[in-house]
């Protein structure tokens, strides 16, 4: 009996144990389920964090100006995630975690219980506390216009076979105004054309732009016709929340907004105009003012690929198939003979290809090609028509000028008539200084009315480069230009010289190809076919076109004969830029030239003009 009591009372202490066991169980149990609890809102956080990480990153692909910036949010994010990851983890493996998953598991059956319990008794190692990381420095992004924006596709199939081309490489600046910063929701063609003309903010969309914008406010708002993209369904028919909050966003901060029509019934976009303070269109037809596309000098110009061209007359169908984006197009421009368009071609496809010296037609022409694109240039500029659209909404339109001062030294008075001729065909000319007889000055201001004549008279035995040197001290343009007077120059000659300041990056303009003619012999000869626009080692003085304060920097060698050698040695040494033009709209004109003789092609017996002057 009284084995039989206490087998009895060891079973209630023992109950008892396990009912306080039990009541200590259930008490973590609860903790446990506190803690799971808590565990569940860190993983929302988690998820919150991650959700916040991925459109961070997508910002950052989307958002270049705020790169650095984004990548200090990112790193504190991904950092705030592994810790909320880590406590996690932690809450995991920790022994009162366990204990609470071993009761839950066992609560029914008492030998899994204690079989749980074992295994929840054991050490477990836990996950090592994240540490913050220090953010790498980001590579400077380079925002010059077309520093991200390069040609891709090199290669260009015809009848079967495969042509590999050297891409164009598009500009990067610089910029025409860098006072004036424009934000900018066009399409590739537009934005192409625009990006040199302003600081260019691009790539906001509806949802973000009020956290890009404010990075660098800009002074106006042009919105293009845009089909596509983030923007097309706020334009399109009524419109949208995000083109109002953007529109409101600017009437707050004074910035002017401007609507562009390019292309689309402008009916479709007529309710979103209104919206706008000022409406352009590129239509003549549309009864708003014009806004046409015009050719970018950045990247519409005579510049050729690394490759030269095909020996090949393509069609434009050929030459652009569909999928090119617009930098390859811009390659695509320079590698014909020839492009044969079919009738309808936009205006402005024709100008384009026109500007990158590619002939139109069935004949790879150059004198053709160099007269079309010449009248390219003329119908106007991108520069040009922003330069009126700025002035119609009242911004500054102020850019650096081609003004020329032109230098012409006559020291043989038998030239004068001639000379003075020469100059008077000239358009641009804003300046000039002439050195040479008494009657110089008066016959000078009569044959430019409209420009500031300035006279020094001639000293005996002052060479011709020490006259070059006293005159440039008086020019005032941005360009100086030499003259010879024995030369010949055609009435396009400065214009087509100065054109090269629009695209190229050389201080120093002028002709290392070019047309000459020797009295002697009657022969016409063509120096250098091949040195047309490329920039190499010395153009010859007859041609010079420079930058005013380039040239007072190198100044004139006290030389009559050689004073251009000297400085176009200089400009090698001092790693100044020379860039050769096209061959035409002017003549070199020598009684006799041995060394013209020895370097240069015979064209034919008879007069030079004919083949220089177009």
């Not at 961070?56 to 950092?79: I, M, P, S």
């Not at 990006?195 to 906001?204: L, N, S």
């Amino acid at each position: 009996m009284s084995t039989e009591l206490e087998s009895t009372r060891r079973a209630l202490r023992e109950a008892v144990a396990q009912a306080e066991h039990a009541a200590e169980l259930a008490r973590l149990l609860d903790a446990v389920q506190s803690r799971l609890a808590e565990a569940e809102s860190r993983a929302e956080e988690v998820k919150a964090l991650a959700d916040r990480l991925s459109e961070a990153e997508e910002r950052l692909a989307d958002e270049r100006a705020a790169a650095d910036k984004l990548r200090k949010e990112l790193a504190e994010q991904r950092y705030q995630a592994e810790v909320a990851n880590w406590k996690l983890s932690s809450i995991k493996v920790a022994r009162w975690n366990r204990l609470g998953d071993a009761i839950k598991t066992g609560k029914s059956n008492p030998v899994r219980l204690a079989k749980e319990l074992k295994g929840a008794a054991r050490p477990v190692k836990r996950p090592t506390a994240p540490k913050r990381k220090p953010v790498a420095a980001a590579r400077a992004q380079d925002e010059r216009p077309g520093a991200a924006y390069q040609a891709t596709a090199t290669t260009r199939t015809l009848g079967g076979a495969s042509f590999k081309l050297k891409p164009y490489r598009v500009p990067t600046g610089p910029n025409t105004r860098p006072h004036i910063t424009a934000a900018v929701v066009a399409e590739p063609h537009a934005e192409a054309l625009l990006r040199y003309e302003w600081r260019q903010t691009t790539g906001f969309t509806p949802r973000d732009f009020a956290r890009v914008l404010p990075q660098e406010v800009p002074h106006l708002l042009l919105v293009e016709s845009v089909t596509q993209g983030p923007w097309a369904e706020e334009l399109l028919g009524e419109p949208g929340e995000g083109l109002r909050a953007l529109l409101a966003w600017c009437a707050e901060r004074g910035i002017r907004t401007v609507f562009w029509h390019t292309h689309g019934d402008p009916a479709d976009f007529a309710a979103s105009a209104g919206l706008f303070e000022h409406r352009f269109s590129a239509d003549p037809a549309v009864a708003w003012p014009r806004l046409p596309f015009g050719v970018q000098p950045r990247v519409h110009n005579p510049l050729p690929l690394a490759g030269g061209r095909i020996d090949r007359v393509l069609s434009l169908d050929q030459l652009l198939p569909d999928h090119l984006a617009y930098p390859d197009v811009l390659t695509s421009y320079r590698w014909p003979a020839a492009v044969t368009c079919p009738p309808g071609t936009p205006t402005w496809r024709l100008a384009e290809l026109a500007a990158c010296g590619t002939p139109i037609g069935d004949d790879p022409d150059s004198r053709r090609a160099h007269v079309a694109l010449r009248r390219a240039y003329a119908s106007g500029t991108m520069t040009e028509h922003v330069d009126a659209l700025l002035q119609t909404i009242g911004l500054p339109s102020a850019r650096a000028t081609l003004d020329v001062s032109v230098l012409l030294a006559v020291p043989d008075v038998t030239r004068m008539e001639h000379a003075l001729a020469q100059v008077g065909r000239q358009n641009g000319i804003t300046q000039l200084i002439v050195i040479g007889p008494p009657e110089a000055e008066q016959r000078a201001r009569d044959t430019l009315p409209g420009a500031d004549v300035i006279h020094r008279p001639l000293q005996p035995g002052m060479t011709v480069g020490a006259m070059l040197g006293r005159g440039l001290d008086l020019c005032e343009a941005d360009l100086v230009a030499v003259m010879d007077p024995r030369d010949v120059y055609g009435s396009h000659y400065l214009t087509d010289l100065r054109r090269a300041f629009l695209f190229g990056t050389a201080d120093i303009v002028g002709k290392a190809a070019f047309y000459a003619h020797l009295r002697k012999p009657q022969a016409t000869l063509l120096k250098q076919p091949d040195a047309e626009y490329t920039y190499l080692p010395e153009i010859t003085g007859g041609t010079l076109l420079a930058r005013r304060n380039t040239l007072r920097e190198l100044g004139f060698a006290d030389l009559t004969d050689g004073w251009d050698e000297v400085l176009m040695r200089r400009c090698r040494e001092d790693g100044i830029k020379v860039f050769s033009a096209d061959r035409f709209g002017y003549v070199r004109v020598r009684d006799e030239d041995r060394w013209l003789l020895g370097a240069a092609h015979l064209v034919e017996y008879g007069s030079a003009e004919p083949h220089a002057l177009i």
